[in-house]
């Protein structure tokens, strides 16, 4: 069973809405998936409660009891946990970093969400896990997308070679309880978590390779 945290200590950057697709993604590649909700505002419970399906399992818990939903996960059979976390609490950030193997930091390309990610990438390195910075709300045109790859990389961190675009299909499948796969697979927003949960699988699989992915940005 592999674990991802989902950290930023900035609220909004998607942390909720990728622990949601990547667990679908996961579901889909025949991998049972669980999130676990460290976010007091549980978004990820409330996707669950509109979501038909039984799967994937999420539950909302406090960071005390991260060792013990581990166990009753791995018993249970799944192949990936993904915790989804809350800004602002850096105690159970760092909880869920040490408990992963992997931490994936989503951030918007501006300023503020930019200068957020060095408390996160703090976390990783406290805990002693591999980080990987992710850029999600991407917009189409412009250059701030270029300019937002420049600035991570004076983080040591690196950047996912997949960015996650601004796209209604993201609001339209999380207010449907479900990921964007499984309404929109041919879409961007499709090929985009297919990308990246190849890419955190693959990093997550061969932990000794080293994780540092060259910048670049997945077509508009
Ligand atoms: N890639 C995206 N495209 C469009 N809207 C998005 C995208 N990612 C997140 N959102 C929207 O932005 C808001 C915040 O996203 P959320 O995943 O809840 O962030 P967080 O968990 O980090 O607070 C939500 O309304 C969500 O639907
Ligand atoms: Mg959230």
Not at 6 to 11: C, E, N, Y
């Amino acid at each position: 069973m592999k674990v991802l945290a989902i950290i930023s200590q900035k609220g909004g950057t998607g942390k909720t809405t990728l622990a949601l697709n990547l667990a679908v993604a996961s579901e889909l590649s025949g991998n049972p998936a669980a999130v676990f909700d460290l976010d007091p505002q549980a978004s990820s419970m409330s996707w669950k409660d509109n979501r038909p399906d039984e799967s994937p399992a999420v539950v909302s818990l406090h960071s005390a009891r991260i060792t013990h939903y581990l166990d009753t996960a791995r018993q249970s059979g799944a192949k990936l946990v993904i915790f989804d976390t809350a800004p602002h609490s850096q105690k159970d950030a760092l909880e869920a970093a040490q408990a992963s193997d992997l931490i994936l930091i989503p951030c918007k390309p501006s300023l503020i969400d930019l200068r957020a990610i060095s408390s996160s990438v703090k976390i990783a390195q406290l805990a002693g896990k591999p980080a990987v910075a992710i850029l999600t709300q991407t917009q189409t045109r412009g250059s701030l997308t270029d300019e937002a790859v420049e600035a991570i990389k004076s983080y040591e961190v690196s950047i996912a070679p997949v960015t996650i675009g601004n796209r209604m299909a993201f609001i339209h499948a999380f207010t449907a309880g479900r990921g964007v796969l499984e309404i929109e697979p041919q879409s961007k927003a499709g090929e985009e978590i297919t990308s990246l949960f190849s890419f955190i699988t693959n990093l997550m699989e061969n932990k000794d390779n080293d994780a540092k992915a060259k910048p670049s940005r997945s077509a508009a």
